[in-house]
């Protein structure tokens, strides 16, 4: 099992960041908590579609779990739809954030919790 943490920084004591497709990296660790690899995330930078691009390049990399803090619908889709499961609640360094997941104590993301197009562009706030 493939567990993904995103994160601001490339090492595990980088802040767990709540933005799942514009995220720097992911942290990616085994079920028993070793670090397998550090995964920088191209989707970041995305004018637009971060969110779908950013669950592309973790569908390459087979991972099964995402934790993170908010995810939009598309995504969420996207992830949901190839088998990976996202909890949400990230808070602290990767490592604070990785052993709350171990501990149970992490919530189980079954629908969006960001609005579509909630990333760079608008900061999730309504433009008019």
Known sequence: MK????????EVSAPAEERFGRC???LVF????????????????????????????LLRHHVDVVLTGRVGPKAMTALSSS???VYTGVSG?????LEKYKNGLMEPLAV?????????????????
């Open 112 to 128: 969006p919790n960001a609005r579509q197009h909630s990333g760079i562009k608008g900061s999730g706030r309504v433009v008019k």
């Open 24 to 26: 720097a990296y992911f």
């Open 83 to 85: 088998g990976v499961s």
């Open 30 to 57: 085994d079920k028993q908590g070793n670090l397998q690899e550090v995964i920088n995330n191209e989707g970041a930078a995305s004018a637009e579609g971060a969110g779908i691009k950013t669950t592309q390049v």
């Open 3 to 10: 567990i993904a943490v995103s994160a601001a920084g490339s």
């Open 93 to 97: 360094t990767v490592a604070q954030t």
